[in-house]
Antibody
Framework: EVQLVESGGGLVQPGRSLRLSCTTS????????MSWVRQAPGKGLELVGF??????????HYAASVKGRFSISRDDSKSVAYLQMNSLKAEDTAVYYC????????????WGQGTLVTVSS | QSVLTQPPSVSGAPGQRVTISCTGS?????????VHWYQQLPGTVPKLLIY???NRPSGVPDRFSGSKSGTSASLAITGLQAEDEADYYC???????????FGGGTKLTVL
């Protein structure tokens, strides 16, 4: 069974940093791109960014709203993806989902339960 | 402002048929990229509903179907049921943005 479990969310002050982890199991992690999708309270889904698999160069891509502040990395040996969030703003408050991506079809096929990040003083 | 445009809300009575549109452009849907649909029931995680324009994952009732034409796609739900009340999102790939994109979402209300 495919499982994705996010951790690391919580309350953080504006300007501070936070790192989210996505621990996975049940599939060959290295074969997939991994992404982070967020959902602000009462709002729609926003792709934060993704990291391709090593087979596709392992490159990253970020939404304009987080570029330069957030970074995504992966540890294929541990089957874990990370989202490093720096210079956090109130508008980054959201539930952050870790999502597996089938890259050939750009398909978000398995979602974690999400972790809430609240940016507030 | 989402790259893929969906109506904010649609509604229908039980048993009726409703459709949700997803309008894109020549850099995404019109470029031939697949459209996928996700369902988010109240208080839950989004779930893949339709993939590759018109394919259902196992377990998704055949009341749900997808289609694509030109720069648009649609999700149709027939025999509407109370448990279909949810938010629905379309998603594709955009070559101008060099990445996947989501629609703004549509809230389906079952009257």
């Amino acid at each position: 069974e495919v499982q994705l479990v996010e951790s690391g969310g919580g309350l953080v002050q504006p300007g501070r940093s936070l790192r989210l982890s996505c621990t996975t199991s049940g599939f060959t992690f290295g074969d997939y791109a991994m992404s982070w999708v967020r959902q602000a309270p009462g709002k729609g889904l926003e792709l934060v960014g993704f990291i391709r698999s090593k087979a596709y160069g392992g490159s990253t891509h970020y939404a304009a709203s987080v570029k330069g502040r957030f970074s995504i990395s992966r540890d294929d040996s541990k089957s874990v993806a990370y989202l490093q969030m720096n210079s956090l703003k109130a508008e980054d408050t959201a539930v952050y989902y870790c999502v597996r991506v089938e890259w050939l079809r750009y398909l978000f096929d398995s979602w974690g339960q999400g972790t809430l990040v609240t940016v507030s003083s | 402002q989402s790259v893929l445009t969906q109506p904010p809300s649609v509604s229908g009575a039980p048993g009726q048929r409703v459709t949700i549109s997803c309008t894109g452009s020549s850099s995404n849907i019109g470029a031939g990229y697949d459209v996928h649909w996700y369902q988010q029931l109240p208080g839950t995680v989004p779930k893949l509903l339709i993939y590759g324009n018109n394919n259902r994952p196992s377990g998704v009732p055949d009341r749900f179907s997808g289609s694509k034409s030109g720069t648009s796609a649609s999700l149709a739900i027939t025999g509407l049921q109370a448990e279909d009340e949810a938010d629905y999102y379309c998603q594709s790939y955009d070559s101008s943005l060099s990445g996947p994109v989501f629609g703004g979402g549509t809230k389906l209300t079952v009257l």
